[in-house]
């Protein structure tokens, strides 16, 4: 059966950093576009960066860019997702995803880790 673990999350003052992971198990990772999305309680599940699988090319949205990298390590088949300057609004539960293209839709996203809590507090 596909499966992502995702793992890294912590509490984190504001401003501070976090650098969070996604592996595969029971499949190879390199092959597919991987996307970062994240909820908080009461609000929809949002999409925020994604890589390709074809030539590694990254997206991001207004809300992260600047602050957050995506990057894949090809010899490790996995995905790091680096996380600064850190504010209360980015506390949320974190997943990566696995899909055949990147999308900001989660419905296109055929594989989800079980998530990593992301706490941003002073």
């Known amino acids: 059966q596909l499966q992502l673990v995702d793992s890294g999350g912590g509490l984190v003052q504001p401003g501070g950093s976090l650098r969070l992971s996604c592996a595969a198990s029971g499949f190879t990772l390199n092959d597919y576009a991987i996307g970062w999305f994240r909820q908080a309680p009461g609000k929809e599940r949002e999409g925020f960066t994604c890589?390709?699988?074809?030539?590694?090319?990254?997206f991001y949205t207004d809300s992260v860019k600047g602050r957050f990298t995506i990057s894949r390590d090809k010899a490790k088949d996995t995905v790091s997702l680096q996380m600064n300057s850190l504010s209360p609004k980015d506390t949320a539960l974190y997943y990566c995803?696995?899909?055949?293209?990147?999308?900001?839709?989660?419905?296109?996203?055929?594989?989800w880790g079980q998530g990593t809590q992301v706490t941003v507090s002073s």
């Open positions: 890589i390709s699988s074809t030539d590694d090319s990254t």
């Open positions: 995803a696995a899909g055949p293209f990147c999308s900001w839709s989660s419905y296109d996203y055929n594989t």
